[in-house]
């Protein structure tokens, strides 16, 4: 086992090169940032003074290795825009962006995994349908809408929840909501396909057959193993949902990373940039890595082992 | 199954956590008191350091937190502040005293130290500050006495007064064991608003300065949020968590004039739009005709009516009224397609095709109205195209290139609000936003800027603009409108210079 935790995370180290190079020269692509820096109307010796200040007067491939030189130490740099430490900044922001995460995740998870069981259990009823149609809206809502929408209707209409901010829990409800919503379609279509897989296995139809009760049957045999495939799509909704906070984040003004993540693109603010990619690929490694463990502490039939040569 | 329960148990439980941490800490809602105000903006401040930013919305915060040498009042004519008055001593030196008995926040004294530390950091190698170019002029500050100084320009320069609005002063002391840093993040000034807390793109809080010299303000709090969302702002007015929004769209006027507890402001902007046209590139664009024909060929008033509702101020020539210089009896160009078709025959050309360059969402319905301009150009035998350059950076470098369509949708405004700082950038030849060259132009312009005697200096802009108007680098375009919305507890009136002034709210 700690063989192939340490093979992983090698496995992950590789990952997060490639990611660097790659985020590296896309941001490099995006054009000259000092112009965006200054007053359209600056000279040109002050613009060669900014650039020569950001250290971008270097060949591309000395920027690289200075950045990675840096960055293994924990130094991303300065953001051009914001003149502060990029993981500073990250490190400020990454809490509220989390929180909306976790919060988006958890209610997807409360609202969509019954769900998705019922209808698999209540086939073809009506609840089932309803299921359906659910997930269909889910899926088709664009975020943008969903969001406004519930601002419309929530904040301004009945006077709830706040419509933008994050002064307190209040502030939390839409904002998970909207970025819950889809998750909770796929995760509800999965629960229920799942379900629905484990439901038609033998060994359920022997349990049946042996005479045991339908309720422990559902919960005993069928959802244990209809679990298994779950615990992995919510490792995956995590770091979709982390990159996806960007829209929920800026329709309701929510301080997180994924508002920063776009100023700072459009800024080209280049270490910022890399920063946040950085660390969002790491989160996102680790989360995939600890969901792997727990799908071997789920399931005890699977083992990691050296592949036989 | 036990496991599995356990497993979904302790996600949820995680989950849980990460989300209720700190929210529920901040349950406290601000306990907004009846004199605080809650100003939402479309983005955070860049900087709290003032002397590191030229951006309008980072400058309106910070204009709570620090005070210039001289300012503009409601009328936006230059009034003493920090400095009581200022004359010409020689022909490249001014004389300033300033204010005595000013503490800035952390209580050491303002005084002509802090003005020569202030200038002289700005002009650091190794400081980032965009503003190096505002005070260009300016060679050095001499020390005459603490509530004196001499300010030596490399030539003579009638614009100081208006460079001195945006001279903001900073702390020397603070400074120097502080460090930059800190002085961005913890910021020091002398104005009427003192600094509480920061939390990046959420919110910015100071708090009243009951012993600034221009007395109590009727203010006691101020929250600064942004909010990107349009959609969100104007939710946030409505729901009063925000007191005054900015940026409203001339769309949603009509929405929220009807509410009782908000109510819309406007003011026309100092900031003006309006279609450069590509004279550089040679061409037909080269000739004077051509550019007058499109100018008659398209009917300002008439999109300004359709697109804006009404929420646009034509322009008379390449200045808006806001900016000392204006000029109000230049006449407009008049809608006339037959002349316009006379002055294209007239130059030899009557077969023309034209691109229209313009952004996406920089400014209020941009997009819609140059594609106004063009289908009216079309409609006038100038079959026209509009091409949008959505990403604001990409639009940039078109223009910084002079690589722009034939004409290129164009904004403009600065908050000196200095006559020479609009017609030099975009109209000389070889700066780097202009796309017209024309040495008698160029003549003119010098002129005008080194003339010290502002009678004969009005009359040389007068002449000036003039010219420009006739020599038609642009498609005039408009002055933009700048709408907020206001909860009706503040009694609060709009600045023709796009700035909010905290000192302006009361009750």
């Known amino acids: ?309 | 199954m036990l496991r599995a329960i356990r497993s979904v148990a302790m996600i949820l439980a995680i989950l849980a956590a990460t989300a209720g941490v700190g929210l529920a800490a901040r349950a406290q809602a601000w306990a907004a008191g009846e004199r605080d105000v809650t100003i939402a903006q479309g983005i955070d401040a860049e900087f709290l350091d003032v002397q590191m930013t030229n951006n309008i919305v980072t400058m309106i915060i910070n204009g709570s937190i620090y005070d210039t040498l001289l300012t503009r009042d409601k009328q936006l004519q230059i009034v003493p502040h920090l400095a009581t008055s200022y004359k010409l001593v020689g022909e490249k030196v001014w004389e300033v005293k300033l204010r005595q008995g000013v503490k800035f926040h952390n209580g050491e004294p303002f005084d002509a130290g802090a003005v020569k530390f202030s200038f002289e950091r700005i002009n650091r190698a190794d400081f980032k500050s965009p503003q190096k170019g505002w005070f260009g002029t300016l060679e050095r500050v001499e020390i005459v006495d603490p509530s004196t100084v001499l300010f030596h320009t490399k030539v003579p320069d009638p614009a100081m007064p208006a460079r001195m609005t945006l001279m903001y002063q900073m702390a020397p002391k603070y400074i120097g064991q502080a460090g930059d840093v800190q002085a961005n993040l913890k910021p020091v000034g002398t104005g009427p608003f003192k600094f509480v807390e920061w939390q990046k793109n959420e919110r910015i809080v100071v708090e009243a300065n009951d012993a600034h010299w221009t007395g109590k303000p009727a203010v006691r709090r101020a929250t600064w949020r942004p909010i990107p969302e349009l959609g969100a702002r104007i939710a946030a007015l409505q729901t009063g968590q925000a007191d005054l929004i900015v940026n409203v769209p001339p769309d949603q006027v009509p929405a929220l004039a009807t509410s009782r507890s908000v109510r819309i402001e406007k003011t026309p902007s100092c900031r003006i739009i309006s279609f450069a046209i590509a004279q550089i590139k040679g061409g037909p664009l080269a000739d004077k005709r051509v550019r007058q024909a499109l100018n008659h060929a398209v009917d300002m008033q008439g999109i300004l009516d359709a697109v804006l509702l009404g929420n646009g101020k034509r322009l008379n020539s390449w200045m808006p009224p806001n900016v000392w210089g204006h000029d109000p009896s230049i006449p407009f160009y008049e809608y006339n397609p037959k002349k316009a078709k006379e002055l294209l025959a007239a130059a030899g050309q009557t077969n023309l095709t034209l691109t229209i360059q313009a952004p996406n969402g920089r400014w209020a319905m941009d997009k819609d109205i140059a594609q106004a301009v063009a289908g009216q150009l079309s409609e006038n035998g100038i079959k026209t195209n509009v091409k949008v350059i959505g990403e604001w950076g990409a639009y940039v470098r078109t223009i910084l290139d002079h690589k722009t369509e034939d004409i290129a949708m164009s904004g403009w405004c600065l908050p000196s609000l200095e006559p020479d700082h609009w017609v030099t950038p975009n109209l000389k030849t070889g700066e780097p936003v202009s796309q017209y060259s024309n040495p008698e132009v160029d003549k003119l312009m010098e002129q005008a800027r080194a003339e010290m005697n502002p009678d004969k200096r009005k009359q040389l802009y007068s002449h000036l603009l003039r010219v420009i108007r006739d020599e038609a680098p642009y498609i005039f375009g408009y002055q933009q409108m700048d709408i907020y919305g206001v909860n009706n507890r503040l009694k609060w009136t709009p600045r023709g210079d796009e700035s909010i002034r905290l000192t302006e709210i009361g009750f």
């Not at chain 1, 809408?145 to 002064?167: H, K, N, S, Y």
């Open chain 1, 1 to 309: 086992m700690l063989g192939y935790v340490g093979r992983r995370l090698l496995q992950s180290l590789g990952v997060l090169f490639g990611v660097s190079v790659i985020v590296f020269g896309l941001v490099h692509l995006t054009g000259d940032p000092t112009r965006l820096l200054l007053p359209l109307e600056a000279r040109e010796e002050d613009v060669r003074q900014m650039r020569a200040l950001l250290g971008l007067d270097d060949p591309l491939w000395v920027q690289y290795a200075r950045f990675l030189s840096r960055a293994v130490r924990g130094d991303f740099g300065l953001s051009f825009k914001h003149q502060l430490p990029a993981l500073t900044l990250i490190f400020q922001t990454l809490p509220a962006t989390l929180q909306l995460t976790a919060a988006g995740l958890g209610l997807a998870l409360v609202v969509a995994v019954p769900a998705g069981i019922l209808a698999a259990l209540k086939r073809n009823s009506v609840l089932d349908a309803v299921c359906s149609v659910g997930v269909l809206l889910g899926q088709a809502m664009p975020v943008y809408w969903l969001g406004l929408l519930l601002i419309m209707v929530f904040a301004v209409g009945l006077g709830w929840f706040p419509a933008a901010g994050r002064d307190s829990l209040a502030s939390l409800v839409l904002p998970a909501t909207t970025l819950g919503a889809f998750s909770m379609a796929r995760i509800a279509r999965m629960a229920r396909s799942g379900m629905l897989e484990v439901l038609a296995q033998d060994y359920v139809r022997t349990a049946r057959a042996a005479g045991i009760r339908a309720f422990v049957v559902t919960y005993k045999y069928a959802l244990k193993n209809a679990a298994i495939p779950l615990v992995t799509i919510i490792g995956l909704e995590f770091g979709i949902l982390l990159g996806g906070a960007v829209i929920t984040e800026t329709i309701f003004a929510w301080p997180g990373v994924g508002r920063l993540a776009v100023d700072a693109i459009f800024s080209r603010d280049y270490p910022l940039v890399q920063a946040i990619v950085a660390v969002l690929a790491t989160l996102f490694v680790v989360i995939n890595l600890v969901i792997d463990l727990v799908y071997t502490y789920l399931d005890p039939r699977i083992v990691y082992v050296r592949s036989a040569r």
